[in-house]
């Protein structure tokens, strides 16, 4: 058996003809949405991601700001912006790119920011509504995994799920995203001991510790539904994810690629967190 790919590029196109079609529609009312992405220093991979964001807010027709500053930027000055674009009426997100600088507390900087314009999900709010199944913004990687689960029409009620990882920004919330749709959820980590015994018995697998092969061939029970989240370079310098993809795809039922799986829904999914916070203002 080989699986069957969910292609993130393929439902991100989807999704943003929907959210481009819904900015037309709040134009029309006068508001256009806007993202305030804030880069600190000069990290490549950081201003790769951040140019992705402003183009997908161009091509969705939203109101776009990047805030570029050297690394030398004080954890007051970038405070002292935060508070400025909480502030500010033409900004529905915001967006401070991590990692930042040594001399800087992220989490001071994300508690920052308005909970309302908390796009990314990370604020302690948007934690805190999500554990307890309020409404909030999700974070967008597990968001984007949530709706690739939704495109292949996949129920979610009484399968077993794993995931592999327990960071705040993807393990931690995939598992509460899962356990909302009433999937029973082992979260495995560094500390699991023994992995490859949890995953025989899950339905789907989510892997999300930026390793490679952390999932092979012989982890996964036949038919199970398999998102990488990984994001790793292979010995050729290739992009690879968490899981031994060649292998995997011969036994699981559905797979995501990397690239081009879960990847381009996070982008998707920030963009439809920061329309949503927009259609706010009208509801």
């Known amino acids: 058996m080989t699986a069957q790919l969910i292609d993130g590029n393929a439902l991100s196109r989807q999704l943003r003809a929907d959210v481009s079609a819904r900015v037309t529609a709040l134009k029309a009312k006068g508001i256009t949405p806007g993202l305030a992405v804030v880069l600190v220093g000069d990290n490549p991979a950081s201003q790769v991601y951040v140019r992705n964001k402003v183009k ?3 091509d969705t027709g939203m109101h776009s700001v990047l805030e570029r500053w050297p690394a030398t930027l004080s954890e007051a000055e970038l405070l002292a912006r935060v508070d400025a674009l909480n502030h500010d009426k033409t900004i529905h997100g915001i967006l401070v790119q ?3 600088p040594a001399h800087i507390d992220a989490q001071k900087v994300i508690e ?3 909970p309302a314009k908390d796009v990314d999900g990370f604020h302690i709010a948007s934690a805190g509504a999500l554990m307890t199944g309020m409404p909030g913004f999700w974070p967008c990687t597990p968001y984007g995994c949530m709706k690739m689960l939704e495109s292949i029409g996949y129920e979610l009620k009484g399968k077993h799920a794993v995931v592999i990882g327990r960071s705040n920004i993807v393990g931690k919330p995939m598992a509460l995203m899962l356990l909302q749709q009433n999937a029973t959820v082992t979260i495995c980590h560094s500390a699991t001991k023994d992995l490859k015994a949890l995953t025989l018995q899950a339905d789907v697998i989510v892997a999300a510790v930026g390793k490679r092969n952390v999932l092979t061939v012989d982890m996964v029970k036949p038919g199970a539904v398999v ?3 990984g994001m790793n370079r292979n010995d050729e310098g290739k992009l690879c994810g968490d899981v031994d993809f ?3 795809k011969e036994i699981a039922g559905w797979i995501t690629p990397v690239p081009g799986g879960v990847g ?5 999914m920030l963009m439809v967190n920061t329309l949503e916070s927009a259609e706010r203002l009208v509801s």
């Open 264 to 268: 381009p829904m996070t982008i998707t």
């Open 246 to 248: 060649d292998g995997v």
């Open 98 to 100: 991590l990692p930042l």
């Open 56 to 58: 997908a807010c161009e």
């Open 227 to 229: 998102l990488d989240v």
């Open 112 to 114: 920052a920011i308005s």
